[in-house]
Structures are given as structure tokens and as C-alpha cells.
């Protein structure tokens, strides 16, 4: 009995030491791979992004344009560009009693995004 534990023992060692030596050429592997990876990922990061987002027709990208940026993808969006306070009722007094403010929206605008690449 005693020596076929032995033969367990041994053949769990060497499978254990054989399995390191398998983990460190994968991890090297790997590491030729991510090497490769990123030499073509630094020609990919030579390219600048921006988003530049103008809300309810104040600023302009005209100033980024002059500087070389390109638009590569422009959307807009309805936004609220102003809220107003109004009384609930005709009996409420907003100063005295803030229960009966409401607040709604007084001017709808345009949110528009840019996204700029150089």
C-alpha cells in the first residue's frame, strides 16, 4: 500500500511542476500577442475625438473647425433650456407659501452634439 502512495505522491508532483512551466510559456504567449496589439493600437491613438455639445443655440464649433477638427457624427436633442414658477391656484401667493409653486418649462430649445476627430 505504501508504495502505491508513493507513486500517487510523485505523479502529483510532477504534474503540478509540469503545469507551472505550461502557465509561464502561456503568459509569455500572451504577452508577444498584447505587444503586437498595441504597436498597431498607437497608430489607431494618433487620432483625436472630442464631443462638443451646444445647448439651446449658445456657442459654435467654428472655433474647433479653424483649428483642423473635423465632424464625424452630429445629432440633436430637444432640451429644456428655461423653467418659470407659476401659482397652483389663482388664491396661492407663491412668496408666502412655496406648496403651491409650480415649476414648468418656459423655453424648449435644441441640444445639439458634435463629434469632432482630428
Known amino acids: 500500500m505504501k508504495p502505491f502512495l508513493k507513486y500517487i505522491s510523485i505523479s502529483f508532483i510532477i504534474i503540478f511542476l509540469s503545469s507551472c512551466s505550461y502557465f509561464n510559456n502561456f503568459k509569455r504567449n500572451n ?18 475625438k472630442l464631443e462638443v455639445k451646444i445647448s439651446c ?12 477638427w473635423k465632424i464625424k457624427k452630429e445629432y440633436s ?7 418659470k414658477s407659476i401659482p397652483a391656484n389663482n388664491k396661492c401667493n407663491i412668496e ?13 430649445g435644441i441640444e445639439t452634439f458634435y463629434l469632432l476627430e482630428k
Do not use: A, V
Request: proline share 2%; charged share 40%.
Open 96 to 108: 408666502k407659501d412655496k406648496g403651491c409653486k409650480i415649476i414648468k418649462p418656459d423655453k424648449i
Open 77 to 83: 436633442e430637444e432640451k429644456i433650456c428655461s423653467w
Open 57 to 68: 443655440g449658445e456657442g459654435n464649433i467654428n472655433d474647433f473647425l479653424d483649428k483642423g
Open 31 to 48: 504577452n508577444n500577442n498584447n505587444q503586437e496589439l498595441n504597436s498597431k493600437d498607437i497608430n489607431m491613438k494618433n487620432k483625436q
